[in-house]
């Protein structure tokens, strides 16, 4: 079992790359929209395009919260989180 401090470096590290993922998918849609400066997607391609980028904001704006959930239960109340740290996934992010 990790210390909490551990567990907080953790989360802390958890939370600053679904941010990082939360702005970057936000910039990405923000280029699809039609006011973009490129304009030149095709009206099918851009529709599209925004859905998709708008699913991709979505997702990542869930999830930036719900380890900003996390990160602040523990950190503020001390709560320790049920999902708890696989060096695997760590790699992973």
Known sequence: MSSRIELEEIW???LKA???????S???FTR???DSADGLMHRQDSAYS????GERERFARQEYMRVLRIFTDL???GK????????E???LH
Do not use: G, H, K
Request: contains cysteine; proline residues 12%; neutral net charge.
């Open 18 to 24: 679904a941010r990082q993922r939360y702005v970057e």
């Open 80 to 87: 320790i989180p049920e999902e708890l740290p696989c060096p």
């Open 75 to 77: 950190v503020v109340d």
């Open 26 to 28: 936000t910039e990405a």
């Open 12 to 14: 802390r590290t958890r």
């Open 50 to 53: 925004r859905l998709q980028a």
């Open 32 to 34: 699809v929209t039609p």
């Open 89 to 91: 996934r760590e790699s």
